[in-house]
């Protein structure tokens, strides 16, 4: 806690990079454990989502399930944190690899959403998009043998659920050309939007440091900030309850809980995180 809090006031302009983590004490279970390996099956590719309109079942029936757990989590502590600090202007950039929208509810600015947004839904023939919220009462409407079904949620809305119901399960299409309607999030296997890492990049050239929180940093669209950032010699500190892809690269490593030590980091900064 101590070093944290000398790395924080030693660095005002922090380049901010949040993963599932951060958002496990709100109730949405993370993607890996503290080995960075799958706790339950790993989520939907794009190459299998486009494969067939069994996988598409399978994945709105989980979707049916597992989003209302999602979209009713409250922001937590640690958002509101890194919202204080953005406001204190001590934060130059935020980067999430979270879908959840927490960080922009907790009242951070200018959120830079890696990964999109499970809030949103779009056609992938004509740009097209829906409220989230919209096509949940579609599919109440048309698949009322799921309503009652309960399973554990994942990160990205998913539910980790299988059922010989998913043959009959009717999947939502675009209401103005039919086409695949897709939660607007980038799925495994797909690329980051460049503007999203474009963004990033003048985010991270402004800052003097790197704060790291609540990620195993696996997968590149994460990772490649701290390899920029170890390139050009900024500091990177993680606080993270397990290994990170970027450990060799890190200044300084937290091993602790999340909300308790960011809680604490407020309180010693004198900011008063809201109730969110």
Known sequence: MEDLLDFVRRHPRLFVLTGAGIS????????????????????????AFLSGHAARQRYWARSMVGWPVAAGAQPNVSHRVVAELGDAGRVTGLVTQNVDGLHQRAGSQGVIELHGSIGQVICLSCATRYPRADIQRWLWQHNPEFRDVSALPAADGDAHLESPLFDNF?????????????????FFGE?????????????????????????SLTVFSGYRFCVWAHEHGLPIAALNLGTTRADPLLTLKVLAPIGPTLAGLAAALGLEPGAG
């Not at 496990?24 to 190459?47: F, H, L, V």
């Not at 009717?170 to 980038?186: F, I, N, Q, S, T």
């Open 170 to 186: 009717a999947v939502p299409v675009c209401e103005r050309c039919e086409g695949l309607l897709k939660p607007d999030v980038v």
């Open 191 to 215: 690329s980051v939007p460049r503007e999203r890492v474009a963004a990033g990049r003048l985010a991270l050239d402004a800052a003097d440091a790197v704060l790291v929180i609540g990620s």
């Open 24 to 47: 496990t004490d709100s109730g949405i279970p993370g993607y890996r454990d503290e080995q960075g390996r799958w706790q339950r099956s790993a989520p939907m590719t794009i190459t």
